[in-house]
Nanobody, 126 residues
Framework: QLQLVESGGGLVQPGGSLRLSCAGS????????IGWFRQAPGKEREGVSC????????NYAGSVKGRFTISRDKAKNTVSLQINSLKLEDTAVYYC???????????????????WGQGTQVTVSS
């Protein structure tokens, strides 16, 4: 059973930073497109960012572009999401997900992602 495990969430003040990590268990993340999604209470799941397997192209939601950075660490078999300049509206549970490899990933097609982690809570509060 392929598993994804997120970590790095927490409570942070507005303007702060966090680094979320997605680790793969029993499979190599480099062979998959990896996406980050988030869901706030009472809201629909929202695509945040993704990185493709082939070519490592990236994609970001407009609301996070310039503040979030997705990257791979092949040696650690992880995909990280660096979150800077956090805003109150970034509060949500953040999930990573994996899908078959492509040259370009998209974050508006969550149903194409086959494997999901359990999520990590990010709370932005003053």
């Amino acid at each position: 059973q392929l598993q994804l495990v997120e970590s790095g969430g927490g409570l942070v003040q507005p303007g702060g930073s966090l680094r979320l990590s997605c680790a793969g268990s029993r499979f190599t993340l480099d062979y998959y497109d990896i996406g980050w999604f988030r869901q706030a209470p009472g809201k629909e799941r929202e695509g945040v960012s993704c990185i493709s397997s082939r070519g490592s192209s990236t994609n970001y939601a407009g609301s996070v572009k310039g503040r979030f950075t997705i990257s791979r660490d092949k040696a650690k078999n992880t995909v990280s999401l660096q979150i800077n300049s956090l805003k109150l509206e970034d509060t949500a549970v953040y999930y990573c997900a994996a899908k078959p490899a492509t040259y370009r990933c998209y974050i508006n097609q969550p149903d194409e992602y086959d494997y999901w982690g359990q999520g990590t809570q990010v709370t932005v509060s003053s």
